[in-house]
C-alpha cells in the first residue's frame, strides 16, 4: 500500500556494473491486468541528482510477465522509477531483478505478419509475373490469388476489430466529465431500431425537467451548468433534441439495414460494432468487383499487379479503417455509406459491361443502373457526404450519353427513367422522415445535436475550416523510435474550434501514395493524349473516350472530395473519422491515376515503370505498417493501453529492445 503519491524506488547494481534491465516481481495477489505508468531516472556518474528527459516513461502490466521488464539502457549503476499513482492505493511490486537475463521470445504471430508482407512485397514488385499479365487473360490462378488478396484484405479488417475489442467497449453507456458532464449511450442505432419498430421516431430515452426548460437547450455552457446543479441528472451526449424529445440525428437507413431485422429476428438490440464489420467486410468484397470491372471497361491493358495492388490501396486508403478500430455508432453510417458506395459504383460499370444489341441496337442494361442509384441514394440516409460520389455517374456514362446515345434520348428512354427512380424512392421516404421529427423535409437534425458546441449557431471562422484543411490533407505524423511508434500529433487551432485526437493527414499519413494526384495535370496532359488513348483502346470503348471518361472521373472525385472536405472542417471540426468523407473518394480518383500509368502489360517494363511500381509497393507496405502500429497508439479514442492490455502489452514486447 502507497503512503504518498507517486512513489519513487532507487536501485544501485552492487556489483558496479550498468544497469541495463530490471524485472519487477509481483505478489501472487496481484490483480489480473492492471497497468501501472512509471517514470525513469538515472543518475550520471559522480552524480547525486537523478536526470530524466521526460521521454523515459513506459508502462508496465500485471497480467504479463514479459511486460515488467524494463529496460534502462546502460546508461548507469545507479536509477529511480517513480510510479504514477495516488496515495493509499497497492502497488503489486514485492522485488526488482537487476540485470536479470532477457531470453528471446518466439511469437508466431510477428513471424507470420512479417512473412505476409514480405510475401506482399515480393509478389507484387516490380520483377513479378504479375505485372506481365494482362488482366483479360486471366484464368483460375488468377481468379483464386484475387479471391485470397480480397480475403486477406478482410482478414487486416478483422484483425483491427479484434483487437480493439470493441465488441465490449462501444456498448452500453458512461458518463464523463470530458463531455461537458453528460452521458454517453453507444446503443444510439439499437434505441433507434427499437423506436422505429414501435412505430415512432423518437428515442425512449428519458428526459429530465431542467432540460426541457432549457431556453436554449444547445448552449453546452449553460447546459454543464444545470448539470452541475442537478446531482444524477442525466443529458444524452451527440442525440439530436428536439422539442423535448431526442431523435438520432445519424442517417436511419443504417437501423434499417442492419438494426430492425436483427431485433425481429432475436428480439435483442444489435451492438454498432457488428453492423460495421458486416458493413465494411461487404465493401471490400465489392471493391475487388468494382476495380475489376472498372478495369477491365477502361483499362484493357492493364497487368494483374495492377489490379491487385489497387485493391489494397482502395482496401486501407479511404480512412475506413479507423471506423473498424473505434467500432462505435459514430461509424455506422461512413461504414454503411462505403459499402453502398463500392456496390452501386459496381452496378454503374455492371450495367456497360452488360451491354447488349437487342434488335440491331447495342444498350446498356437498366436494371443494374437502377440498383446502382438505388445503393448510391442510400448514402442520404447514411453518411450525406457520400452523396456526392453520385456525380461519378457522369464519366462513367459518359461515351454511352454523348457519343452513342445509350442514355438521355428515344432508345435510351427506359434506362434513363431507371437511373433517376432509385433516387425518389429514396429520397421522398427520407424527407417525409425529417419533416416527422423537425416539421422540415430537408433538416436532418445535425443543427439540433447536443455537443460540445452550439450547433444551431456554430461560430466557427473561416480561418479554422482553412486551418483544418491544412490538418486533413498534411498533418505530419508524429513518429517515436519507441513502440507504438505513431503518437497523436498536436492540431493547435483557434479557440472551441472542435478536434479530436488526430494522427496525421491524408497525405501524409493514410494514403501517402495519393500523392500521385498532384502529377493529374500531367498524366493527362496534352502532351500525353495520343500515348494515353492508345494504351487505353482495346476494350469495350475507343481510347480516346475511354480517355476522357478516367480523366472526368479524376477530376469529379477530386472535386466532390474537395468539396465535401472543406464542409466537414467547416461544419464538424476536425476528427479522423470524417477523413473517410473525402478519402475514399481521393483514393478512386488515386488508383484511375495510377491504371493509367500501368496500363502496359505484356510489354518490357522501362526503369520508369518499375521505378513508379517498386514506390507504390514500398509505399503501401509502409501504408500497412503505419495503420497496424496506429492501433496502439496512447491517447486515442479507443486507446488499447486503457481498454485492451492484454492485446497491447504482448505486442509491445516483440520490440523491448528498443524501450
Not at 76 to 96: C, E, N
Not at 364 to 377: E, K, N, Q, T
Not at 408 to 419: C, D, H, N, P
Not at 636 to 647: D, K, M, V
Request: net charge positive; proline share 5%; glycine share 8%.
Amino acid at each position: 500500500m502507497t503512503t504518498a503519491a507517486n512513489p519513487t524506488l532507487t536501485i544501485t547494481n552492487p556489483e558496479d556494473q550498468n544497469i541495463k534491465y530490471i524485472h519487477l516481481n509481483q505478489s501472487a495477489s496481484a490483480p489480473k491486468w492492471n497497468t501501472y505508468n512509471y517514470t525513469l531516472f538515472v543518475f550520471f556518474k559522480d552524480g547525486n541528482t537523478p536526470y530524466s528527459d521526460n521521454n523515459d516513461q513506459g508502462n508496465v502490466s500485471t497480467g504479463l510477465y514479459r511486460s515488467r521488464y524494463i529496460n534502462f539502457g546502460g546508461r548507469s549503476h545507479k536509477v529511480q522509477i517513480q510510479f504514477d499513482i495516488a496515495s493509499g492505493l497497492f502497488l503489486p511490486f514485492t522485488s526488482i531483478t537487476v540485470n536479470p537475463h532477457v531470453g528471446f521470445h518466439f511469437s508466431l504471430i510477428r513471424f507470420a505478419l512479417m512473412l505476409l508482407l514480405g510475401l506482399f512485397a515480393v509478389f507484387l514488385g516490380p520483377n513479378s509475373p504479375l505485372w506481365r499479365w494482362r488482366l483479360d487473360d486471366w484464368g483460375g490462378f488468377e481468379i483464386w490469388t484475387l479471391c485470397v488478396s480480397t480475403l486477406f484484405i478482410m482478414l487486416f479488417y478483422v484483425l483491427i476489430f479484434y483487437m480493439s475489442d470493441s465488441w465490449s467497449i462501444w456498448t452500453g453507456g458512461s458518463r464523463s466529465g470530458a463531455y461537458w458532464g453528460t452521458y454517453t449511450s453507444f446503443n444510439q442505432y439499437g434505441n433507434l431500431a427499437n423506436s422505429l419498430l414501435h412505430g415512432h421516431t423518437w428515442l425512449d430515452l428519458p428526459v429530465p425537467a431542467p432540460l426541457k426548460a432549457m431556453q436554449n437547450p444547445y448552449d453546452p455552457f449553460t447546459r454543464m451548468q444545470i448539470i452541475q446543479q442537478n446531482p444524477g441528472m442525466k443529458v444524452f451526449w451527440d442525440h439530436a433534441f428536439y422539442h423535448g424529445k431526442y431523435y438520432c440525428y445519424f442517417g436511419v437507413i443504417p437501423a434499417i439495414v442492419f438494426f430492425m431485422p436483427f431485433e425481429m429476428i432475436t428480439g435483442k438490440e444489435m451492438e454498432s460494432c457488428w453492423a460495421i464489420l458486416m458493413a465494411v467486410l461487404i465493401a471490400a468484397v465489392f471493391a475487388t468487383l468494382l476495380l475489376v470491372r472498372m478495369c477491365k471497361i477502361w483499362f484493357p491493358n492493364v497487368s494483374f499487379g495492377a489490379v491487385l495492388l489497387a485493391s489494397w490501396m482502395l482496401g486501407i486508403g479511404g480512412g475506413i479503417l479507423y471506423h473498424v478500430f473505434t467500432a462505435s455508432f459514430y461509424s455506422v453510417p461512413e461504414a454503411s455509406s462505403y459499402m453502398f458506395s463500392m456496390v452501386g459504383l459496381w452496378c454503374w460499370f455492371e450495367s456497360l459491361r452488360q451491354r447488349k444489341k437487342a434488335g440491331g441496337r447495342r444498350r446498356v442494361d437498366a436494371w443494374w443502373i437502377f440498383f446502382g442509384s438505388l445503393f448510391m441514394a442510400c448514402n442520404l440516409g447514411c453518411r450525406p457526404g457520400y452523396i456526392f460520389l453520385c456525380f461519378l455517374a457522369i464519366p462513367i456514362f459518359w461515351t454511352a450519353v454523348f457519343k452513342e446515345r445509350l442514355l438521355f434520348s428515344r432508345k435510351g428512354l427506359f434506362a434513363t427513367i431507371m437511373v433517376f427512380i432509385p433516387f425518389f424512392l429514396v429520397f421522398i421516404p427520407l424527407f417525409i422522415y425529417n419533416h416527422a421529427r423537425f416539421g422540415s423535409f430537408f433538416t436532418f437534425g445535425n443543427t439540433y445535436q447536443l455537443t460540445g458546441f452550439d450547433a444551431s449557431h456554430p461560430a466557427f471562422t473561416r480561418m479554422s475550416a482553412a486551418k483544418g484543411i491544412f490538418y486533413y490533407l498534411f498533418q505530419p505524423m508524429n513518429l517515436t523510435t519507441s513502440f507504438p511508434f505513431v503518437g497523436l500529433t498536436g492540431t493547435p487551432s483557434l479557440l472551441f474550434y472542435p478536434i479530436e485526437p488526430y494522427e496525421g493527414g491524408y497525405f501524409a499519413f493514410i494514403a501517402p501514395f495519393a500523392l500521385i494526384l498532384f502529377s493529374v495535370p500531367w498524366i493527362f496532359s496534352r502532351s500525353r493524349r495520343v500515348e494515353l488513348s492508345g494504351e487505353l483502346n482495346g476494350g469495350m470503348f475507343e481510347g480516346k473516350s475511354v480517355r476522357r471518361s478516367v480523366m472526368g472521373f479524376v477530376w469529379t472525385a477530386l472535386a466532390s472530395g474537395f468539396f465535401v472536405m472543406c464542409m466537414d472542417s467547416y461544419l464538424g471540426g476536425i476528427s479522423q473519422r470524417y477523413i473517410s468523407d473525402f478519402g475514399v473518394a481521393f483514393t478512386l480518383a488515386a488508383i484511375c491515376c495510377y491504371l493509367s500509368l500501368f496500363s502496359a502489360a505484356g510489354k518490357r517494363l522501362g526503369p520508369g515503370h518499375k521505378l513508379l511500381i517498386l514506390s507504390a509497393v514500398v509505399v503501401v507496405c509502409l501504408c500497412l505498417i503505419l495503420e497496424f502500429f496506429e492501433t496502439f497508439t496512447v491517447g486515442r479514442y479507443g486507446s488499447l493501453l486503457s481498454y485492451c492490455p492484454q492485446h497491447y502489452f504482448p505486442v509491445k514486447d516483440w520490440f523491448l529492445f528498443l524501450s
